[in-house]
């Protein structure tokens, strides 16, 4: 499975982007899908994931409300919509895969994960 993010760039506090993931390869409907983010000197943070089936969403309590996570399993593509972006928000994107069975449980640690794209820069200017 390839994962290739885009849609990162430079934009000002307040405002918005969205990215967007593309897989290639695997079965795209039996993933949970999520976003994580790297700021410089800092770990990969999980930011927000949509579920397989139910098409849950969870987020990281700094983006609620500001962030959504969608997917299109025809397009086999993951989208983080970002609004109201802070400076805090700056990072490297990187998506991510996880095949499951089912929708149970909540994945957010890195080492959940098994498929990695390679990472898209945002940066929020203040």
């Known amino acids: 499975v390839q994962l290739q993010a885009s849609g990162g760039g430079l934009v000002q506090a307040g405002g918005s982007l969205r990215l967007s993931c593309a897989a290639s390869?695997?079965?795209?409907?039996?993933?949970?899908l999520a976003w994580f983010r790297q700021a410089p000197g800092k770990g990969r943070e999980f930011v927000a994931a949509?579920?397989?089936?139910?098409?849950?969403?969870y987020y990281i309590d700094s983006v609620k409300g500001r962030f959504t996570v969608s997917r299109d399993n025809a397009k086999t593509t993951v989208y983080l919509h970002m609004s109201s972006l802070k400076p805090e928000d700056s990072g490297v994107y990187y998506c991510?895969?996880?095949?499951?069975?089912?929708?149970?449980?909540?994945?957010?640690?890195?080492?959940?994960?098994?498929?990695w794209g390679r990472g898209t820069q945002v940066t929020v200017s203040s």
């Open positions: 390869g695997g079965a795209f409907s039996s993933y949970v």
């Open positions: 991510a895969a996880r095949e499951t069975s089912s929708d149970n449980g909540y994945y957010v640690a890195v080492r959940n994960y098994t498929y």
């Open positions: 949509i579920r397989r089936g139910d098409f849950n969403t």
